[in-house]
């Protein structure tokens, strides 16, 4: 059974105070400074941009202040960030259709005014929701144009975020040494910065690819880093996201009671923050869990309420997920556990056919290869139990297509070589700069 796991996309922000200050301080500093200029609309777009972590609505208060004061004393760029953050939180919040609608804005400006490092900010930000209604190939162009900027303009923080998020695609695209690559990339040029926050974010995405690749014990290693990192920063949204990745390898490690913990705790934090993704992410996986513990009737009650937030959100990469996992539900609770569903032995099947179908057919649109994979598989099983065996024999033949598409023999070879050239470039990286510092020793 597939398992929700969230992955951590960099957003690219222009906000060089909220680098170098905590949430409290700008509050302070925005308090004192009482003058409608400049400074305070650099203030407000900062604080904007803080609060899509912990308060995303009050991020968007942030953001309509900046938008009005920005007009007022008709700065152009300022008003660009000021509805590029607003963006930010709408997404924080799960609201794709606002976000993109403001980062349209944003960039509407920024082409006007030719100015290259905030398109190449929208690019990266606008990628990010497109991910998140699964326009892949158009999300992996964005992520392109906004790191080719980045490099040029040498802006090592942004080229980071754009790695990462490229290794994100990947990933969904169940391409997990490419995804590896990416992430690897990326966290090498963060460690050479001061960014406690996005480096957390590039820790989990490689415990996700662990996971993906069943190795528990190294995905968990890579979580705990991550959180431990997310508590420091007092990123609320990242403690959820994670708590809620190590819930999955309690679950795939065969404990789904101690997974059920884990999974109550980022749906409390995700119901605070209002963001409808991730609380179906949540929902699902406490589903899944809860029927491994054999309690399916409470099980469809989680996965009923996935799936409205699914089809509200539009999010059809969990939509897929959620109907294949009452699909296999319903194929497989026994037939006492149906009937206190309000549901016969005759159509149990027919239910969970159409479930089946419906997940391909999101599952097609996002090209998962992953989520073909198990409804295939889970159909294979239902047509078995119908004993309907040509289709059953076909419906395995397309889950094997799709199965080893994504665990060919060269997986394990690429991702051995990747880890192997990041501790090489770890390791020269080192070297170059003790051979500078003494190079500077000697001259000083």
């Known amino acids: 059974m597939l398992k929700t796991l969230t992955l951590f996309l960099l957003l690219a922000c222009n906000c060089a105070m909220a680098q170098l200050s905590q949430l409290d301080s700008l509050l302070q500093l925005a308090e004192i400074h009482q003058q409608e200029d400049g400074t305070k609309l650099r203030l407000l777009n900062d604080i904007a941009f803080e609060y899509n972590f912990t308060e995303p609505k009050k991020g968007i208060e942030s953001a309509n202040r900046g938008i009005l ?14 509805y590029s953050n607003k963006g930010v939180n709408y997404a924080a919040m799960g609201d794709d259709s606002s976000a993109l609608h403001v980062y349209r804005m944003a960039l509407e400006i920024y082409t006007g005014e030719d100015n290259l490092p905030g398109m ?15 326009d892949y190939p158009k999300a ?46 990326s966290l090498t040029i963060l460690e050479s910065l001061d960014d406690d926050r996005a480096r957390a974010n590039a820790l989990s995405n490689i415990g996700i690819v662990y996971k993906n690749l069943s190795d528990n ?30 819930g999955v390898v309690h679950d795939n490690s065969n404990d789904p009671k101690l997974a059920v913990e884990y999974y109550r705790k980022p749906l409390a934090i995700n119901n605070e923050l209002g963001n409808k ?5 949540d929902l699902i996986n406490i589903g899944v869990a809860l029927r491994s513990l054999h309690d399916p009737v409470s099980a469809n009650d989680y996965f009923k309420r996935a799936l409205k937030l699914c089809e509200s959100s539009g999010d059809k990469n969990t939509l897929a997920i959620v109907l294949n996992e009452l699909g296999d539900l319903y194929a497989n609770a026994p037939d006492s556990m149906l009937a206190n569903m309000g549901v016969s032995g005759r159509t149990r099947f027919s239910r969970a056919l159409d479930y089946f179908e419906n997940s391909l057919a999101a599952a097609k649109e996002t090209g998962a290869a992953d989520r073909q994979s198990e409804t295939w598989e889970n159909l294979s099983g239902t047509y078995q139990k119908m004993k309907l065996y040509d289709k059953a024999l076909e419906a395995y033949k397309q889950y094997i297509v799709f199965r080893d598409s994504i665990h060919n023999v060269e997986n394990g070879k690429q991702v051995t070589r990747t880890e192997m050239e990041f501790e090489f470039q770890k390791k020269e990286t080192l070297a170059t700069a003790q051979i500078e510092n003494e190079r500077i020793l000697r001259n000083s």
Not at 69 to 82: C, T
Request: no cysteine.
């Open 217 to 246: 014990k190294k995905a968990l290693e890579f979580d705990e880093k991550a959180l431990a990192l997310y508590t420091k920063t007092g990123n609320r949204q990242g403690i959820a996201n994670t708590l809620g990745n190590i």
């Open 277 to 281: 993704k991730r609380i179906a992410s």
């Open 69 to 82: 004061l920005a007009k007022s004393l008709n700065d152009r760029l300022g008003l660009a960030s000021a």
């Open 120 to 134: 190449a900010r929208i690019y990266n930000n606008m990628a990010i929701v497109l991910v998140g209604i699964a």
């Open 140 to 185: 992996l162009d964005y992520y392109q144009q906004s790191f080719s900027v980045f490099e040029k303009l040498d802006n090592k923080s942004q080229m980071a975020a754009s790695l990462n998020n490229m290794g994100v695609v990947y990933l969904y695209l169940a391409d997990y040494p490419k995804a590896l690559n990416y992430y690897l990339k």
